[in-house]
């Protein structure tokens, strides 16, 4: 009797091992196919194929292939392939300034696109297995506490931290319509794989509890989606509080690239060195008057593409707020704090050479006139691992210095 006992059981065992390998077979091959499809989805077919230096591969794709073209609202978009106006004052001619122009992209060095097509750097399996989800691939989590508060329950996503300046519109009817600054270029420590740590612009409207919608340009280091730890180019949106709609750069229809030299999530080709030559991207976001697009400029002369006004409903009309700064994400591994650095992994107070910074910052109103912003606010999520410090002066106009290292024995 408990032999035939022991040997049911045992039978009952290798069928409940197979049914498992059965199940998760099944589910393999299901993500794969679903991977596969988003992989079809976002490397479109192209006209020529570059290896970068680096590794990237840069497939040109005809414009008529656009990834704008995926989304519901634009099946009949007419792509706008120059900016119609400017805000006053602003130059639509390349610089003759050199120092400020643009260093081209390391792929360039292999060949460059053909006419009428834009370059779309490749998307690998191995980038979508890296992500939460396949469905969060290219999408920055809800856990985004736009209005940057400490959040009272921390998720595993991990808690992101700030050091930023603001500026807010100070009467109903007021509005902002671009602004342009210098975003000082480091290659800054990341500690784990999915934190990241980045600089950058936000244009935004509403809030984060009524639907915040967010346009954003900047540079970040994130090995989760870009498998390397290089300061990359990088623009991101979003219509609904970073919930579901949004991205980064094309990994969903948005964004409307028209440069066919400039790839988004490409490498920044230079970078800062402590006591040494600093770099900066002189970087460039606006409301065109005429058609209500949003155009975003790198360096002087390279205009990158836009975002379509019809994106949103609150920036169809303007932006109520402008923040420049840095942001990290923090994991806390072993419930300790991170040791990701921000900007240049020194605080505001090691000044030129030492702290990342942004200078000549600007902003253009509800007239589309261009000054510097009136009243801003500071905002340091943790101030004891990174800092920010604003000025103002002749040369550098509005400014200020931020970072910081991450855990230290005052940061744990």
């Keep these: 009797m408990i032999d035939r006992i022991m040997t049911n059981l045992i039978v009952l065992y ?11 077979s099944e589910s393999s091959n299901t993500r794969d196919a679903e991977i596969n499809r988003l992989m079809k989805k976002l490397n479109k077919p192209f006209l020529k194929s570059i290896k970068s230096p680096d590794g990237d591969i840069i497939d040109c794709v005809h414009m008529k292939n656009h990834p704008i073209y995926d989304h519901p609202l634009f099946k009949n978009h007419t792509i706008q392939m120059r900016p119609t106006s400017y ?34 750097r490749r998307t690998r399996k191995e980038d979508i297995l890296r992500a939460k989800s396949i469905e969060r691939f290219g999408k920055k989590d809800p856990n985004n506490i736009h209005q940057h508060k400490r959040p009272t329950n921390p998720t595993n996503d991990g808690v992101h931290e700030y050091a930023i300046l603001k500026v807010e519109v100070n009467s109903p009817r007021a509005m902002f319509y671009g602004t ?10 990341v500690q784990h794989t999915k934190e990241f740590s980045l600089a950058q612009i936000w244009m935004s409207a509403g809030s984060y509890s ?21 300061p990359r180019y990088f623009v991101y949106w979003t219509n609904d509080s970073y919930i579901q709609h949004g991205c980064y ?32 991207i002189f970087t460039s976001i606006w409301k065109d ?20 006004s019809l994106l949103f409903n609150r920036l169809r009309i303007g932006a109520t707020e402008v923040e420049w700064g840095g942001e990290i994400v923090n994991l806390k591994e072993n419930n300790q704090h991170t040791s990701t650095q921000m900007g240049s992994g020194s605080f505001a107070i090691n000044g030129y050479r030492k702290a990342s910074y942004f200078r000549n910052i600007f902003v253009t109103d509800e007239n589309n006139i261009t000054r510097q912003p009136v009243g801003p606010s500071t905002f ?3 101030e004891s691992c990174y800092d920010i410090r604003y000025r103002t002066e002749q040369a550098w106009g509005s400014f200020f210095y931020y970072g910081g290292p991450g855990r230290s024995p005052f940061c744990n």
């Design 14 to 24: 290798i069928l409940v091992i197979l049914a498992m390998i059965v199940t998760g």
């Design 380 to 382: 340091v999520s943790e």
């Design 87 to 120: 805000p006053e004052g602003w130059s639509n001619k390349d610089s003759d300034n050199e120092k400020h122009n643009m260093v081209p992209q390391l792929w360039t060095i292999n060949g460059k696109c053909p006419k009428n097509s834009i370059p779309i």
């Design 289 to 308: 008057r005429s058609s209500g697009n949003w155009w975003l400029r790198f360096g002087t002369h390279v205009i990158v593409g836009y975002w379509p």
């Design 180 to 189: 342009q600054t210098f975003i000082n270029v480091w290659k800054p420590y």
């Design 249 to 280: 750069n094309t990994i969903c229809p948005g964004f409307v690239v028209v440069n066919q030299a400039f790839a988004l999530g490409a490498a920044v080709p230079e970078v800062s060195i402590r006591d040494g030559l600093q770099y900066e």
């Design 210 to 230: 009524t639907q915040l919608e967010t346009i954003e340009a900047g540079w970040q280091v994130l090995t989760a989606l870009y498998n390397d730890t290089n």
